[in-house]
């Protein structure tokens, strides 16, 4: 079930900020503890400024999502303390990082299925880029919005985000890494995909998505 636009907004400014801030990032922390457990941060000053109050509530003598959220507890508990698990030993990035930084900090986003915040992350670049680079920027947003459609079970927007972002990756290179080895696995993914038909949300094996093109040395 897809998050509410609030949580999902919500939860992946947290993630994007603190890739690059200290107090985002144990407001992450306290999120993902907070979903596990309700009752895990109590006394004052237990919750750190950057934890989003706005969508919590006190229940029960602990900190729960707004009744409102009811039903997406397991899915952004779960989001929230994948991206604590990838970031909480990691160095901090610049608050406006380079390209390359950037490309990196979104492939341990998208390997962690983290799909919207690479997106996210990846927009500001694709603004300011042009000619090739700005193409295969665009074409690496759409696969990760393709993969976010197929979590969520938009098969249609899944295959058309896949087909047009594979075909903007192809030939191409970014930062001097070669996109064509991840466009050519894109291919064979989509082609899972269109064979899955309607079920492809349910048989889809996320092991099958290829590994994010960027330079690891």
């Known amino acids: 079930m897809p998050l509410p636009l609030p949580l999902r907004n919500c939860l992946a400014g947290l993630i994007l900020d603190s890739l690059h801030d200290a107090g985002a990032r144990r407001g992450l922390e306290a999120v993902a503890a907070v979903c596990a457990d309700p009752g895990a941060l109590e ?4 919750l750190p400024e950057a934890f989003p109050r706005e969508m919590f509530e006190r229940q029960d003598g602990g900190w729960r999502l707004k009744r409102g959220f009811k039903g997406h507890e397991r899915e952004f508990g779960e989001r929230a303390e994948r991206a604590r698990r990838l970031l909480h030993l990691r160095p901090f990035d610049a608050e406006d990082p380079s390209l390359g930084v950037a490309l990196v900090a979104a492939a341990l986003l998208f390997h962690a299925h983290l799909y919207v915040e690479v997106h996210e ?6 603004l300011r880029a042009e000619g090739d680079d700005r193409e295969a ?12 459609h197929l979590a969520n079970g938009n098969v249609n927007g899944a295959r058309a985000l896949l087909h047009d972002g594979c075909g903007r990756v192809l030939d191409r290179t970014l930062e001097g890494v070669p996109l064509d080895p991840f466009g050519r696995a894109l291919q064979r993914t989509l082609d899972r995909v269109l064979s899955l038909g309607e079920d492809a949300p349910r048989g889809f094996d996320w092991n099958d998505v290829p590994r994010f093109p960027v330079r690891t040395s």
């Open 121 to 126: 992350l990846l927009e500001p670049h694709w």
């Open 137 to 148: 920027l665009q074409g690496l947003i759409q696969v990760a919005v393709g993969f976010q």
């Open 43 to 46: 006394g004052p000053g237990a």
